[in-house]
């Protein structure tokens, strides 16, 4: 029997931020038996969560954090808030920052423009996902004031009569980032102020690209990511543009013999910023048990 080849993208898979974060928590569970808790899933992907409470960590939502006490706590690469800081310090917090840098700098870029803009009623707006974490956190160097567009029915919030400077979430679409800054330039009043800040991740934009590439290489493609990664979503969705048979897999375990019919010639594995290398792996590996495959082939 021929078997198909199976490759992994090796351009898949954490960030520096989520790598940073994964890190810092290890760190500080094998460096003494105190808690760790972190504040919210640490990545998008229950795997990888589980992973590290089996060695200690406890996830926590905010409801919880609000009742510490003295412990410890892990901030994610999403970043948070000054009200949370603010009330880490007030409940003698132990904090393990771990911050993305990309996603700090932009904080302080967003909290500087703020404090520019808001005496003369300007407006900072971001380009992101409503509810997300990072958003929270930017949102919360503005004092709650900013207007978050996710939709383009949401530019309608916007006051083209005063100033506006425009941010974007650092994982976002770049593509969807410059058309918003053309369509808020051709709506802003004669005489108002707009500026922008490019703030995306190059390291997860460049991904977009990439991935419909390395799927157009394959016959089927397997694309491994958590169900709530907002990642995950986006760069599936240039998977499925570089090819129609593409499989979005949060779990080796949702594999099965039919996905894999008619047999192809290549098999890709590809997969989101917080989708740890092992996972992809580990989706290699049942293939081939489910192949029959005697031992791996392939893995550029």
């Known amino acids: ?8 993208d090796q351009q898949s898979g954490f960030c520096f931020g989520v790598i940073n974060a994964v890190k810092h928590a290890e760190q500080q569970l094998e460096k003494d038996k105190k808690e ?18 089996a060695k200690g960590m406890q996830t926590i939502d905010y409801d919880t954090f609000r009742q510490l006490e ?10 948070e808030a000054p009200a949370i800081y603010q009330m880490a310090r007030e409940r003698n917090i132990e904090l393990v920052d771990a911050t993305c840098p990309v996603v700090l700098a932009l ?42 567009v996710q939709y383009p029915e949401d530019v309608e919030q916007i006051d083209f009569a005063r100033p506006v400077a425009l941010f974007s979430q650092t994982t976002q679409s770049l ?90 010639a290549s098999i890709g594995i590809c997969g989101a910023t917080s989708t740890p290398m092992w996972q992809m792996e580990e989706v290699a590996a049942r293939i081939r048990e489910l192949l029959g495959m005697p031992s791996p082939t392939t893995q550029a």
């Open 107 to 148: 904080q302080k870029k967003v909290r500087k423009k703020f404090v520019e803009l808001d005496p003369i009623g300007g407006q900072i707006v971001i380009y992101g996902k409503k509810g997300h974490a990072e958003v929270n956190g930017l949102v919360g160097q503005t004092e709650g004031k900013a207007i978050i």
């Open 175 to 264: 593509t969807g980032f410059l058309e918003l800054i053309d369509t808020l330039r051709d709506r802003m009043q004669e005489g108002a102020r707009f500026e922008y800040q490019d703030s995306i991740c190059r390291q997860v934009s460049n991904r977009m690209p990439h991935i419909q590439d390395f799927a157009s290489r394959h016959e089927l493609v397997f694309f491994v990511a958590g169900a709530k990664s907002s990642n995950g979503k986006v760069l599936f969705s240039y998977c499925l543009k570089g090819n129609e048979r593409s499989i979005f897999v949060s779990s080796p375990d949702e594999l099965t013999a039919d996905m894999l019919q008619p047999l192809p």
């Open 36 to 53: 760790l808790y972190c504040l919210g899933d640490i990545v998008h992907n229950s795997q990888e969560v589980d992973r590290l409470q």
């Open 1 to 8: 029997m021929t078997y198909p080849t199976i490759e992994i």
């Open 70 to 79: 003295g412990k410890r706590v892990l901030f994610r690469a999403h970043g």
